[in-house]
């Protein structure tokens, strides 16, 4: 029996040199294949869309029939044999048409008048998870949010029942979580149709989770197996104590003038021993990043206390705060945006020691900044270099070596490694947790559990602005009891989660995360769940905690 | 790690060097203005003569204009971050300020004066709105915190980082208003109002010489707001410093 896919000596060339080796895949009836691609090469040398200049060369048999050339791919594509999903589909979803004028666009196998393809839109959009009233079909794309956007253009993908289906990293700008729902539904139409599912995409990307196979082009980084060591002085006294903090930010006006706010944070305690180490874990809108510059009072709290050796930085005066800052140093997610385009690298830390440095003698301060960029893990010739010169990874080191230069007790990441690629992050990681094992505390936001498992002695998954679960990573990692947190777990160890939907978790009655978990029950709607105490040093928000087997 | 130690201003200037409009609009300019002074003491010269002699009452009162309205729109960008909004001066620019401009010398005198005074203020909300996008961006980017968490002083952090940054797209929001500016010089020309020099403007040698003289004032035109427009571009492109990589 043929295989449902048969890629050959699929290459693409620049001139002479070699772009892609020649690759040969052979994708079985419902089978999912992730293939490394960072390049983005693979499906684009397939579906004829390389920029000028490179050439590809392939052969491409489904089901046994060879599709011939671009010409063949193009016309498999129109009768809907195959079916092709770029790395921007949602966003190429035309945004002012209906969704069932896109789905009168979808090469359907056999006619259908236009009650019949409605039904078929319905069908194949509750299989991708979204599940819309007859007359919801008339919103426009524009209408939706991003992850129901990618939920209607895979659902256009399917619809028609393609034999094949080439997908570039589906989804991978959203939630991690959010993602691994969709992926889920994708793999779980694949299996049910027998369809043969290719994506592509790099680390990251959430694939590994749905896929049978993976064709290792790029060595996929170690998950789990780097640990923080514990560098704690357990005689120690917390060095920072955070009790009852909120952030709200005003959002506008009222109609009656009164200045409205938006909960940020809410209710959150914790303390850091010396040399000890923290990760905020959460989506996007958890408020992990908001905490993390409140810590730096980079934003105000309105209510609660952040004491650091005795001060309250909620209250200190600013310039108490700014000689505080020599001890609190911030590292921000982008790395370009932590320094100054103007100035050279060299410059800005010089002036950051001049600032908080004020007894260092100014002849001392070039080998300072050598040392700062040498820890940092930088030739120290990269003070002399302009920030829009260097790499994604140069710049976050350069910010590093900045923060460092000034000898800091706690450094704060504000999700640091989140615009980096996957080895720049394992080796950013690795610089940090050194950093961490000489003494330096470390605050690391971050919405990889990957990440946060291996950075922190101590982890808080915050949802909506509040903590839902508190615990070591060692027992976060085995015995996750809310289902965020199982969710996060569960796509740093590459399977997916059962969390459906996505959202900030903000207002209404009863626990904001009950749309999404699917093992609410109709008492989870009456009150948000208090965090409870369930091991000796383990905390959940979770009405239904000890519901289930936590490791399932 | 490779080095490269080309600063952002060198950058910037590449960028604008490397766009043809924007170099052939800037030397179009400085020709414009370069030529006049030199040209033979002789108006029987003929209309391009006359055209080119005009340039300076054309484009003196335009640049000081642009230059006022540059000044008067950045600081009503800077005070509306304070006070809270910039919709006034959004509503203005849809409003055909220039025409009324034009019009001021002939209803209220003050000659030239008034007509630079007029055209600024006209041309004001144009430079306002994107002076205030600008510091508006600035003030809330990334980089003010991490400067903050830096140490860096509020007054330092203003004066050696937020406005030097902001200088580029600044000055390109002022460069904004010269074509306008040019436009209501001309337009006044035309209606008969502000200036009356010795060969009057490209507006006036547009309707009250010969057809020689207005075909080449109107050449001048054309090239003087396509040279405008053209090095407003440029520069916009050349102020976007940091964002090569």
Redesign the interface.
């Known amino acids: 029996m043929s295989p449902r896919l048969e890629i050959t000596g699929l290459t693409v060339r620049d001139g002479r040199e070699t772009v892609l080796a020649s690759t040969d895949l052979t994708l079985a009836a419902g089978e999912i294949v992730a293939c490394a691609d960072p390049g983005g090469m693979m499906l684009r040398a397939l579906a004829g869309f390389l920029p000028r200049g490179l050439s590809a060369g392939w052969t491409l048999r489904i089901d046994g029939t060879p599709v011939e050339g671009a010409a063949g791919f193009a016309e498999a594509l129109k009768t809907g044999r195959i079916a092709f999903v770029p790395w921007n589909a949602e966003r190429a979803l035309s945004p002012h048409l209906p969704l069932s004028a896109l789905f009168e666009e979808v090469p359907w196998e056999t006619p259908a008048g236009p009650g019949e393809i409605q039904r078929r839109a319905r069908a194949a959009l509750v299989r991708m998870g979204l599940s819309l009233e007859p007359e919801k079909l008339a919103v426009r794309a524009a209408e939706l949010a991003r992850p129901a956007r990618w939920r209607v253009a895979l659902a256009l993908a399917t619809a028609a029942g393609p034999r094949v289906l080439l997908a570039e990293a589906p989804a991978r700008d959203l939630d991690g979580t959010v993602r691994g729902a969709i992926l889920a539904r994708l793999a779980a139409w694949a299996r049910d149709t027998g369809a043969a599912v290719l994506l592509t995409g790099q680390g990251g990307d959430g694939l590994a989770a749905i896929a049978d196979r993976i064709v290792p082009v790029q060595e996929e980084p170690s998950d789990l197996n780097i640990r923080s060591e514990d560098a704690t002085d357990p005689d120690d006294q917390p060095r920072l104590t955070v009790r009852d903090l909120r952030v709200a930010v005003p959002v506008g006006r009222s109609l009656t003038g009164a200045v409205r706010w938006l909960t940020v944070i809410d209710g959150v305690n914790f303390e850091i021993d010396r040399g000890g180490s923290i990760a905020f874990l959460g989506e996007s809108g958890s408020g992990k990043s908001m905490l993390a510059r409140a810590l730096a009072r980079l934003a105000r709290p309105t209510r609660g206390t952040i004491t650091w050796r005795g001060k309250n930085l909620v209250t200190v005066p600013n310039e108490t705060m700014r000689g505080l800052r020599r001890d609190i140093q911030f590292l921000s997610s982008d790395p370009f945006e932590a320094l100054d385009p103007l100035y050279r690298v060299g410059t800005q830390i010089e002036e950051s020691l001049a600032e908080l440095r004020p007894d260092l003698p100014p002849a001392e301060r070039a080998g300072v900044v050598r040392a700062a960029l040498e820890t940092a893990g930088l030739a120290a010739s990269a003070a002399r270099a302009f920030p829009p010169s260097l790499t994604a990874a140069e710049a976050a080191r350069a910010g590093l070596a900045r923060a460092l230069a000034v000898e800091p007790e706690l450094l704060v990441c504000d999700e640091p490694l989140a615009k980096l690629g996957e080895e720049e992050a394992e080796a950013l990681l690795a610089t940090l947790l050194d950093l961490n094992r000489k003494g330096l505390m470390l605050v690391f936001a971050t919405e990889h559990a990957r990440w946060a498992l291996a950075a922190a002695r101590r982890i808080l998954v915050l949802h909506g602005g509040h903590v839902v679960e508190d615990a070591p990573p060692v027992e976060l990692e085995r015995d996750a009891r809310h289902p965020l947190s199982r969710a996060l777990v569960a796509l740093a160890r590459g399977t997916v989660s059962d969390l459906e939907g996505d959202g900030t978790g903000r207002g209404g009655r009863g626990c904001p995360m009950r749309p999404r978990c699917p093992k609410s029950q109709a008492y989870c709607a009456n009150s948000p769940p208090p965090l409870e105490r369930i091991g000796s040093s383990h905390f959940v928000a979770c009405h239904g905690w000890d519901e289930g087997d936590g490791d399932e | 790690?490779s080095?490269?130690?080309?600063?952002?201003l060198t950058?910037a200037f590449l960028r604008f060097a490397t766009r043809p409009s924007a170099l052939a609009g800037l030397l179009a300019l400085i020709v414009l203005t370069v030529l006049p002074p030199l040209l033979p003491d002789d108006p029987a010269a003929g209309g391009l003569w006359l055209a080119l002699a005009a340039t300076p009452a054309t484009l003196g009162p335009a640049a000081a204009a642009a230059l006022a309205a540059g000044i008067v729109g950045t600081l009503w960008g800077t005070l509306s971050i304070l006070t809270g909004g910039i919709e006034s001066a959004r509503r203005l620019t849809v409003l055909p300020l220039p025409m009324a401009a034009a019009m001021a010398p002939l209803l209220f005198g003050g000659g030239t004066a008034m007509l630079v005074a007029a055209t600024a203020l006209a041309c004001a909300p144009a430079v306002a709105v994107p002076a205030h996008a600008t510091l508006r961006l600035m003030a809330r980017?990334?980089?003010v915190?991490?400067?903050?968490?830096?140490?860096?002083?509020e007054d330092?952090l203003v004066s050696?980082?937020i406005l030097?940054?902001a200088a580029g797209p600044l000055f390109a929001a002022v460069w904004g208003a010269f074509a306008p500016a040019l436009f209501t010089v001309v337009l006044s020309g035309v209606i008969g109002s502000g200036t009356t020099y010795l060969f009057g403007t490209w507006g006036a040698l547009l309707t009250r010489h010969s057809a020689e003289s207005a075909v080449a004032a109107a050449v001048l035109v054309g090239a003087g707001l396509a040279a405008a427009t053209a090095v407003g571009k440029g520069l916009a492109v050349a102020a976007r410093?940091?964002?090569?990589?």
């Open positions: 790690m080095v490269s130690e080309r600063s952002p950058t980017r990334d980089l915190i991490a400067l903050r968490g830096a140490g860096v002083r330092r050696r980082h030097p940054n410093v940091g964002e090569e990589r």
